[in-house]
């Protein structure tokens, strides 16, 4: 997959830019605050319909501006296809793919396939698991689009539950049934995140011993406070009933807590090299190569699931790691993709690609 | 901010549902631009409607007496009632011609976060209709949100220990529509309820 052409209105810095990236390596230079990062947002919020830096869609519509603009040129093995997305201060968004209006955004996915590696990914091993939680749905989107619905239902289900346990309403039968429907996605979510896992581990030890140049036992790991021992690999009915028995059990507490305190909001993915928990016991650099090598492995899994390349984002990442690992980066980076890297400093970059010029609202 | 009574106009306008300030500043120099007459009859449709429409006392579907059109009609099956969450999704269901049951307007879909609960809506009229109309079926046609889901369970939980058979739309692939055509999105959902031939 490949952007062939974008074109951003309002969107961040860019009051108006028409760009046409190489199909290869763009490198997109320029000093911190010209907008490089803007650039490879607005290519993530494509495949993803959400930013990969701000919580709220708000965010990236200029300051001056009611509404942002992407359109963009998507090119794939067998079709092109033209994105457009208004996403207004006031209101839904609106979307059109070859003109045609969507009745769901969400339909865009899929569309644009995308694997982003941002700065904070570096610390992807020792932050919070919420941070890991997210991407395991995120690459489960970017593998299975239907995804989305069910990881915006079960947010949906648990804010519910949650406004109802607020609420000291003590009706039972409305409990039992947001723990029905909060089961339900679970089991979904849950059955996703699972496949992801499966899915991405043998890729995850191939791609670290390319970048850490050694083999090592390097494993995703995934703790459920509802599942007692190792987590087993079942359909979401079975994932669902087991949150379903747990919610259950756990219903004082929830009630006393005001708040939906098990369920796979609150699981914790890791990840072990050899029998160490990779959080705790390993070197900042060895974190970091899982970090990288997991993002790699994400790019393959969705490659061969889909025959297709995703094009791959790395915004200012190089310069945050030591020449060794950076040079074992650009080493294992897949070939016949599209990508874009940033940086402040092209001196730092090792590998070479269509140079653009980043600044004053243009790139060039 | 414009002369108070053009002001006035654009900030009612913009309360009303998917109407923003932008739109409803059209709305109202478009008012303020057509025939007075023409203006003078969106003002009383929006009077008349107020004034002479009323909810059915037995469905809360709208109507102009003490019964909408529906549950005036003889002819209907009396022992099928299809519960929705609004009586526009009425107007929907009739538009099929395949319906010839009654309805029941629930008011909206279980939402703790805006603080509608069992409560808030119409359960407990629909308990009542039960115990004297002889109801056999209740269709659930909530809408296919979580919302709607959870109202959908609310109803099966609730009803169906009183023997009465209760069923839930089903939701799917577009008729007539090309599989190539459908987005994934549903096309998952639809693989995911499918059904045995």
């Known amino acids: 997959m490949r952007v062939d052409w974008l074109s951003l209105v309002d969107f961040r810095s860019y009051r108006a830019l028409d760009w046409r990236p190489d199909p290869t390596v763009n490198l997109l230079i320029g000093p911190n605050g010209a907008g490089k990062t803007n650039v490879l947002e607005s290519i993530g919020y494509l495949a993803s319909l959400k930013s990969f830096r701000s919580a709220s869609d708000s965010d990236v519509i200029s300051r001056w501006s009611g509404s942002s ?47 982003a590696f941002l700065p904070e990914d570096l610390d992807l091993v020792k932050r919070g698991p919420a941070y890991r939680r997210d991407l395991l749905d995120d690459i489960a989107v970017q593998l299975w689009p239907s995804a989305y619905l069910d990881q915006s239902e079960y947010d949906r289900s648990v804010r519910q539950r949650n406004a109802f346990l607020k609420s000291g309403d003590r009706d039972e039968v409305t409990l039992a049934v947001w723990d029905s429907r909060l089961a339900q996605a679970g089991g979904r979510v849950m059955a996703r995140r699972i496949r992801v896992i499966e899915t991405l581990t043998p890729l995850l030890a191939e791609s670290y011993s390319v970048i850490a140049s050694e083999d090592a036992q390097v494993g ?87 025959s297709e390349t995703p094009v791959l984002l790395l915004d200012d990442v190089f310069s945050e790691l030591d020449p060794n690992r950076a040079e074992a980066l650009a080493g294992a980076l897949p070939e016949n993709t599209q990508t874009l890297v940033t940086s402040a400093r092209p001196e730092d970059l090792p590998i070479s690609g269509k140079v653009w010029s980043v600044g004053e609202g243009d790139v060039g | 901010m414009f002369e108070g009574p053009v002001q006035r106009l654009i ?172 987005d994934e999105l549903t096309l998952g959902r639809a693989l995911a309820g499918r059904s045995e031939l």
């Open chain 1, 69 to 115: 603009v992407i359109r963009a040129g998507i090119g794939s093995i067998d079709r092109e296809r033209l994105i457009e997305i208004e996403i207004p201060r006031e209101g839904g968004r609106r979307t059109q793919v070859d003109k045609t209006k969507l009745k769901r955004t969400a339909e865009l996915l899929g569309v644009l396939r995308v694997v």
């Open chain 2, 11 to 182: 900030d009612e306008l913009s309360r009303l549902p998917g109407i923003g300030s932008k739109s409803a500043q059209r709305l109202a120099f478009h008012i303020l631009a057509i025939e007075k007459p023409d203006a003078l009859r969106l003002a009383a449709a929006i009077n008349d409607m107020r004034d002479q429409v009323t909810l059915c006392e037995r469905c809360f579907n709208v109507a102009a007496g003490e019964l909408c059109s529906i549950c005036r009609d003889q002819r209907r099956d009396d022992s099928v009632v299809c519960v929705v969450e609004r009586p526009q999704d009425i107007v929907v269901v009739e538009r099929t011609q395949e319906y010839r049951g009654g309805y029941h307007v629930l008011g909206g879909s279980l939402s703790p976060i805006n603080g509608v609960g069992p409560g808030q809506l119409r359960f407990d009229e629909l308990r009542a209709r039960l115990q004297t109309e002889g109801i056999e079926e209740l269709i659930v046609a909530t809408n296919p949100t979580v919302e709607g889901d959870a109202t959908a369970m609310y109803i099966a939980r609730e009803f169906k220990p009183l023997g009465l058979r209760v069923t839930r739309l089903a939701s799917g692939l577009p008729v007539g529509g090309d599989l190539d055509y459908a």
């Open chain 1, 220 to 306: 995703i790991t995934y703790s459920a406070s509802w599942i007692e021992g190792a987590v087993p690999s079942v359909s979401a009915g079975e994932y669902a009933d087991a949150i379903a028995r747990a919610l259950e059990a756990r219903r004082r507490v929830d009630y006393e807590r005001r708040m939906t305190t098990v369920g796979p909001h609150r699981d914790e993915p890791g990840f072990s090299i050899g029998e160490r928990d990779a959080r705790t016991q390993a070197s900042q650099g060895e974190q970091r190569t899982l970090a990288l090598a997991m993002k790699l492995a994400a790019h393959q899994a969705i490659t061969q699931a889909l």
